[in-house]
Structures are given as structure tokens and as C-alpha cells.
């Protein structure tokens, strides 16, 4: 059975759990909602499975902070013997449209940190990413505030349809591969 990483970036505690810097952990608990699944904590995250077709999808939720993300997913890449073509690192980005999905296997880091600390931690760039759009709708000098702010009303309206796209992109990773979940999901 083929297994696959999925690392949903965020940040753990509730002052962050609604936030744009968290959407890794929305379309994680997604998933685990879609298949009747849940988190368990373990070490450097919370983890939940998922079995769809044959493929084992585990979803981790790392509980290093953003910054760091790149410990957990490599112990959980170690642990669980995950070969690189097979993790797929869920984050936000600021360069896209809100709710605007982009899949790519591999690439820079684009100032992210998570992204940035688990380039490091792997040595490669070489890893697909679904980047989710959260617009850059902010006032100069106020990036922090507002990739660690709440979803305005209008992007909570339609958050439940973009997180849908997203899992069906995750699950579409494993079971279609990447050149056919970019083909179909990018920029939708």
C-alpha cells in the first residue's frame, strides 16, 4: 500500500486557529472530516490516516510552530519511511488570490517560513506544495498582522467550497498522481 505525507502547515493553540497562516491545518481537519477519521498527538504533531484506493494518506499537523515545521515532517518522513515524491507540503501564500489553489513539485521557498525550515531540514527544494491563496489585502508593514489575522466575513463565506477543492487536490496527489492534480487544480 502506497503511503503518502501530507504536511498541513500551521500554527498549534486557539488564538491561531482561525487565522490564513493556519489553512494547512483547515484543509487537514477537512479531510478528516470528509473520512470519519481523527488526530491522535503524537511526537512533533498530531497525525490522523486516511485509506482511499489502496493509498494511505497521513495527514500531519505539526506541532513545532510554523517556523520549524521542517523537524516534524522529517522524523514523520523517516518514521514512516515516506520517499520524497510521495510528501506534500499544505501552506498559505500570499502572492495568490485568495482561495486560489497552486500545486507545484518543487520550488523556492517564496519567503515562507515553514516552507523555508523544511527546505533545510530535507536539503531539497525538490517536493510538491499546494500553496492556498490568502491575497496580499494588507496595508504595508502589516504582513504579520494579517497572515496571523482572521478570515474576513467574505473569505469565511466561501472557505468551506475552497477547503473542498483542496482535500479533492490532496486525495488527487495520491491517487492521480502530481502532473495530473496540477493539470486539474491550479489556479482553479
Known amino acids: 500500500m502506497k503511503k ?3 504536511a498541513c502547515l500551521g500554527n498549534i493553540g486557539a488564538e491561531y ?3 490564513r497562516h493556519n489553512i494547512g491545518f483547515l484543509v ?3 479531510l478528516v472530516k470528509d473520512h470519519n477519521a481523527s488526530f491522535t498527538t503524537q511526537k512533533l504533531g498530531d497525525l490522523a490516516e486516511i485509506k482511499v484506493k489502496g493509498r494511505t494518506f ?3 499537523k505539526p506541532s513545532t510552530y510554523m517556523n520549524l515545521s521542517g523537524k516534524a515532517v522529517r522524523y514523520w518522513m523517516e518514521k514512516e519511511n515516506i520517499p520524497l515524491e510521495n510528501l506534500l507540503v499544505i501552506c498559505d501564500d500570499l502572492n495568490i488570490p485568495f482561495g486560489t489553489i497552486r500545486i507545484k513539485g518543487k520550488g523556492s521557498d517564496g ?3 515553514g516552507l523555508k525550515d523544511i527546505q533545510a531540514q530535507l536539503n531539497t527544494q525538490q517536493y510538491a506544495r499546494l500553496r492556498f491563496g490568502i ?3 494588507f496595508e504595508s508593514g502589516r504582513q504579520i498582522d494579517y497572515v496571523l489575522g482572521e478570515w474576513a466575513p467574505e473569505e469565511q463565506t466561501l472557505l468551506p467550497e475552497r477547503l473542498q477543492k483542496s482535500a479533492e487536490a490532496v486525495l488527487s496527489f495520491g491517487l492521480a498522481g502530481l502532473n495530473i492534480t ?3 487544480f491550479n489556479n482553479k
Open 4 to 6: 503518502y505525507l501530507i
Open 17 to 19: 486557529a482561525n487565522t
Open 28 to 30: 487537514a481537519d477537512t
Open 58 to 60: 497521513i495527514l500531519l
Open 111 to 113: 519567503g515562507h517560513n
Open 135 to 137: 491575497s496580499s489585502n
Open 182 to 184: 496540477m493539470n486539474t
